[in-house]
């Protein structure tokens, strides 16, 4: 059973920085891709950053420039660096698990943590 949990939300300014950690535990496979989404009230699921177990990295482009998505394979776990906050950044965000490749597809991710609410506040 490959379990994700996220945490560091929590409520921030604009212009703020906050980091959040994805820890997976369980059953898990090397070939992996690891992925950020947040979705906002009333909006569709969206990716926001992406990683591969090679260290690939993808991110959406309205967070370019302001977050950094890092892996730590030792200790399996994935973070999402987010500098800048804006207040359109306010969504729950989840951490997911796939096989392999980058996806921008919430429905292509096998596993997914719980959430973390991330607010900001102008």
Do not use: H
Not at 1 to 21: I, M
Not at 74 to 93: F, G, H, I, R
Request: proline fraction near 2%.
């Amino acid at each position: 059973q490959v379990q994700l949990v996220e945490s560091g939300g929590g409520l921030v300014q604009a212009g703020d920085n906050l980091r959040l950690s994805c820890a997976v535990s369980g059953r898990t496979f090397s070939d992996y891709a690891m992925g950020w989404f947040r979705q906002a009230p009333g909006k569709e699921r969206d990716i926001v950053a992406a990683i591969t177990w090679r260290g690939g990295t993808y991110y959406a482009d309205s967070v370019k420039g302001r977050f950094t998505i890092s892996g730590d394979n030792a200790k399996n776990t994935v973070a999402l660096q987010m500098n800048s906050l804006k207040p359109e950044d306010t969504a729950v965000y989840y951490c997911a698990l796939r096989r392999q490749v980058v996806s921008t597809i919430p429905s292509d991710y096998i596993y997914w943590g719980q959430g973390t609410q991330v607010t900001v506040s102008s």
